[in-house]
């Protein structure tokens, strides 16, 4: 399985747009880049997952580029309720490994 | 959206008893169903792959003779803990494969918080 690297953590502003990178330089071609969220003491959420092409749901908007090496999740308008670890993964069949993701705070 | 359901949500037991937990897709069929295991302050660590009908894929490192998994059905899977021990104390957490298009997403419980005493 390809694997991912995200940041660590980072922090945004409430009402503003979360912008959460994710490399996955060793992607192969019929992976798909998946995000999830884990808020604290529960499962995984499923946010948005994309093979090629920018995809946009009602939760999230997800960029992929060109190479399919790295992509974006935007949250568009974050709240105090996004405050999540948010986990890239590369997947195919359903199996995959979840990387440490990246620990979103946001902050009124 | 595809629900899935995990019971116990919470549960302690005594050093070297078993515990049984069920993990369902509720409004779904999923052919295959993941098992996780979380610790404090890290990821997901998957355990084993289970497939309705035929048994279990373990990760290395994963005791099968300890995590027993059966698939008896392609709504329900369930995760016994044999025999536990204070190590063994995390939090369970299974997913279950539903179509997304051309893909299978999986989708998520709400997981097991498992105490052994």
């Known amino acids: 399985d390809a694997k991912t690297t995200q940041p660590p953590s980072m922090d945004c502003a409430e009402g503003r747009a979360a912008n959460l990178p994710c490399n996955h330089s060793?992607?192969?071609?019929?992976?798909?880049v998946y995000w999830y969220r884990q808020i604290h003491s529960q499962g995984p959420q499923y946010i948005i997952h994309?093979?090629?092409n920018n995809e946009t749901n009602e939760m999230a908007s997800l960029i992929i580029t060109e190479d399919r090496k790295s992509s974006t999740l935007i949250l568009p308008h974050a709240t105090l309720r996004d405050t999540a670890v948010y986990y890239c993964i590369v997947m195919k069949a359903g199996k995959s490994t979840f990387g440490d993701g990246t620990t979103l705070t946001v902050k009124p | 959206g595809a629900v899935v359901s995990q019971h116990p949500s919470r549960v302690i037991c005594k050093s070297g008893t078993s515990v049984k937990i069920e993990c369902r897709s509720l409004?779904?069929?999923?052919?295959?169903m993941f098992w996780y295991r979380q610790f404090p302050k890290q990821s997901l660590m998957l355990m084993a792959t289970?497939?309705?009908?035929?048994?279990?894929?373990?990760e290395q490192g994963v005791e099968k003779d300890k995590f027993l998994i059966n698939h008896a059905s392609l709504t329900l899977s369930t995760l016994t803990v044999t025999s536990a021990h204070p190590e063994d104390s995390s939090f369970y957490i299974c997913?279950?494969?539903?179509?997304?298009?051309?893909?299978?997403?999986?989708?998520f419980g709400p997981g097991t918080r498992l105490l052994v005493l």
């Open positions: 994309g093979l090629k």
């Open positions: 060793t992607i192969s071609g019929n992976e798909y």
């Open positions: 289970s497939n309705e009908g035929s048994k279990a894929t373990y």
């Open positions: 409004d779904f069929q999923a052919t295959t």
């Open positions: 997913s279950a494969s539903a179509p997304s298009g051309r893909e299978e997403t999986q989708y």
